[in-house]
Nanobody
């Protein structure tokens, strides 16, 4: 059974940084693609960053140059380093995993990120 447990959210002021982590179990990284998503109140969930099984990454335009997705295969952990945070980054953040090409079908419980101006 695949399990994803995320952590690292919190409250910061605009311009600050946070690092989210997602501990994964129940599968091997070389079969799965992973990503970070977020959902703000009243808005649809949106993709933030993704990493493929070959290590290639992609980012939403709104976070390019500020966020970095990475994975530590030895520790089965997915990370999201968030710098230069803005109030519009405020949302519940989720990590997700799925067989590459077949979409995401495993989700974490979510961690709240709040950025104040």
């Amino acid at each position: 059974q695949v399990q994803l447990v995320d952590s690292g959210g919190g409250s910061v002021q605009s311009g600050g940084s946070l690092r989210l982590s997602c501990a994964a179990s129940g599968y091997t990284y070389n079969n799965y693609c992973m990503g970070w998503f977020r959902q703000a109140p009243g808005k649809e969930r949106e993709g933030v960053a993704a990493i493929d099984s070959d290590g290639s990454t992609s980012y939403a335009d709104s976070v390019k140059g500020r966020f970095t997705i990475s994975q530590d295969n030895a520790k089965n952990t997915l990370n999201l380093q968030m710098n230069s945070l803005k109030p519009e980054d405020t949302a519940m953040y989720y990590c997700a995993a799925g067989v590459c090409g077949l979409g995401y079908n495993y989700w974490s419980q979510g961690t709240q990120v709040t950025v104040s101006s």
